[in-house]
C-alpha cells in the first residue's frame, strides 16, 4: 500500500497562507510531519493569485529536507510542468490529476508521457460528473486509459481514482466506490492500479468518528484490491492499521474484526457471516460502521451509539 501525505493541502487556510507568503519554516515542519509516507501530495488547486512558481519552490523543499516521493497536485498545467522541471527524482512522482474532458486529458497525459511520471487519474467528467455506479466510473476509466495507452503511459504508472463521496451525504455511493476498485482491478492486464482521498469518506461527519470511519473504510477498501491511497499523516494508527493489515499482525479483538473485513471484499463474503466480540466496544463500533460503509445499515451521526 502506497501512502500519499495529504497534509500540504491549499484549502487550509494556514497552507494558503503559508505557500503565498512562501513560508519554508511552516512547510518544513508539515514535511517533516510526513515523513512516515512514500509520498507527499502537494495541493495547490488551481495555483493562481500569487502563486506562480509555487510546485517548483514546494518540491525544491521536500527534495533537499526528505526522502518523500512528490505528487504534485493541480489542474494548472502550466505550473504542473513548472514542477516537474524542478523535480530531480521526476519518474518517480506522480500527476494529480487527469480526468475525462479532453482538454485535461490531453495535457496531464502528454506531460505524464514526456516526464515519464505516474499519473493518477480521476473517474469523473464535466459532461458526466461522478458516475453514480461502478459501471458508469469504468466506463469513463476504460476511456482514459485508451489515451494513456497512445501516449505510451504504461499500465503500472496509471492511478485510476473512483472518487469517493462522504457517507453522510450519499452512502450508497461508498459501497459503490468500493466495486469500482474491485472491476478496475480486473479490467486490465497487466494491472492498473487504484488510489482513493481517504478523508472524502468522512466529511461532514462529526469530528469524533472521522478516525473510525476512515480506518474501516481503508479496510474495506484495501480487501477490494487498493493500491494507493491519499491520507492525514498525523493519523498514526491509520498507519499502524495498514501495517497490521499488511503484514497479518493482528494485537487485538479490533485489529482481528479489521482483518476480517479485507476478507468481505477480497472474497466476496457476506459481513453477516463474521464472528467478532460483542461485548468489545471497539469491535462494536468497527462492525456498525462496516455495516454502513456497504450500506446494510442506515447512516447517522450517531450511529455507535445506537
Known sequence: ???????????????RTALLNRDEAFILDLIK??????YIDLNVGPANSGLDGILAWLASLVEENSDLKISFDTANAKEMRKGLEACRNVSKSVINSASDDD???EA???????????????????????P???DGRVELALDMYE????K?????RIFFDPLILPVSVDQSQAAETL????????????????????????NGSPKELRPLINKVYLSLAMGAGLDAAIIDAKDEALIRMVNMLENNTPTSKSDKLLLDLTSVTRDFMDIDDISYDKSDKESNDIYKAALILLNKEVYSHSFTQV
Open 147 to 150: 489515451t494513456c495507452m497512445t
Open 1 to 15: 500500500m502506497k501512502l500519499i501525505g495529504e497534509n500540504i493541502h491549499i484549502i487550509s487556510k494556514s497552507v
Open 33 to 38: 510531519k510526513q515523513s512516515k509516507m512514500e
Open 152 to 156: 505510451g503511459i504504461s499500465n503500472e
Open 103 to 105: 482538454e485535461r486529458l
Open 132 to 134: 453514480q455506479t461502478a
Open 179 to 202: 466495486n469500482t476498485i474491485t472491476i478496475i482491478k480486473e479490467s486490465f492486464e497487466p494491472a492498473c492500479n487504484t488510489v482513493i482521498g481517504l478523508s472524502n469518506i468522512s
Open 108 to 130: 496531464m497525459t502528454n506531460l505524464a508521457a514526456e516526464f515519464n511520471t505516474n499519473l493518477i487519474a480521476l473517474t469523473l467528467s464535466s459532461k458526466t460528473g461522478i
